[in-house]
């Protein structure tokens, strides 16, 4: 049965990437929001949008795609969305660009400014700017050549993590001790010039997600992630889909986050969210920076009691700011989420996973 809305007075926000778990997750939270909202999907996979919870679905190009500049704008003219948010980093590259062109529609936009996004979606720029700033970070050489690689072996240790600089879910990453089989997987992916190689960290990470609106921080939260669903099915370990995380507050973290954010934009304005990976001695190293875009695991700061999208778009919509008691991890530590395939997440606290774990450790 069809959800029975006026939709007269509603906001109308286009989507993109609708279908996908990071956009189903922001949709996920403005259902949840105590505003009603009139949403237009938009992806480049139809069968995605299948799974969306929208009152609208529109099959659009993918960024990359020649024709997506003219058919978003197309789009955009004919369903006269309020606001546009979408929720990856080709798609958030694409209309950064179109920002001028997109706004003149009457579309509102709340995105960090080009260059800060351009410097955020390539990794390699986002490192480089970190490195100079004295920010501590992975050892990491760019890779053009095979020559490079050699030295990045003959320098940075048996082990290294190479990765693409541009796309997320740990794309092209892998940790390698063979410089052939490096060498393979970099011609596999087509990758000199697209490829870094750093030093290898632990399997510990933790991430920052912000929203910032000219300059000011609005609100902010860090979560451990625990584990990587389905990490054993790939090479790398890594997935970019996040199976157990835990809210967590830590003044190192803050403080990194903060720093590495500043470093790229003195002035910074919409989403934020720092990847940090921590390092042998213990400390969170600053791996990127999901600019313009929520984790795909938004929806649990939402069910947690903090709905990230519904702040984001008061303040695009309305200039409406949160009232909170703490901008900086307002949530309490210890509250975990659990996330699977075809199930839905569980919002639970770190001692009652602890409790199974006992269970396990005494073979109950």
Not at 42 to 52: G, I, K, Q, R
Request: hydrophobic share 40%; glycine share 10%.
């Amino acid at each position: 049965m069809s959800r029975l809305i006026q939709y007269e007075g509603l906001a109308r926000i286009h989507i993109g990437g609708a279908g996908g778990a990071p956009s189903n997750n922001f949709i996920r939270s403005l259902r949840d929001s105590t505003r009603g909202h009139y949403l237009i999907g938009a992806s480049s996979v139809p069968s995605d949008l299948m799974l969306a919870d929208v009152d609208e679905k529109h099959v659009v190009p993918y960024a990359t795609a020649g024709d997506y500049r003219p058919c978003i704008l197309a789009l955009l003219a004919r369903t006269r969305p309020a606001f546009m948010h979408v929720q990856s980093d080709y798609e958030v590259h694409a209309v950064s660009k179109l920002r001028d062109e997109i706004e003149a529609l009457g579309v509102r936009l709340f995105l960090p400014a080009p260059d800060t996004v351009d410097k955020c979606v390539d990794k390699g720029k986002s490192y480089a700017i970190w490195s100079r700033a004295g920010l501590r970070v992975p050892r990491t050489i760019h890779l053009n050549t095979p020559a490079d690689l050699k030295g990045a072996f003959d320098s940075l240790g048996a082990t290294i993590w190479i990765r693409a600089t541009v796309g997320g879910g740990g794309r092209g990453a892998l940790p390698v001790t063979s410089f052939d089989f490096a060498r393979a997987w970099i011609d596999q992916h087509d990758g000199w010039g697209e490829f870094t190689a750093a030093e290898l960290l632990t399997s510990r990470s933790v991430t920052w997600q912000s929203i910032w609106h000219q300059g000011e921080l609005v609100v902010a939260q860090a979560r451990l992630r625990h584990k990587w669903s389905y990490g054993n099915r790939t090479l790398s370990g890594v997935t970019g889909i996040t199976g157990v995380a835990e809210t967590c507050s830590d003044e190192d973290v803050t403080r990194i986050a903060l720093d590495a954010i500043s470093a790229v934009d003195a002035r910074p304005h919409g989403i934020f969210c720092v990847d940090m990976t921590y390092d042998n001695s213990g400390i969170p190293n600053p791996t990127e920076i999901n600019i313009g875009r929520f984790f795909t695991t938004s929806y649990f700061f939402t069910k947690a009691g903090v709905n990230f999208p519904e702040i984001y778009c008061d303040l695009a919509l309305d200039g409406r700011f949160p009232i909170l008691d703490k901008k900086i991890n307002p949530l309490p530590d210890g509250l975990v989420w659990v996330r699977g395939m075809d199930v839905a997440p569980v919002l639970t606290t770190s001692e009652e996973l602890a409790k199974l774990e006992a269970n396990q450790a005494n073979g109950d």
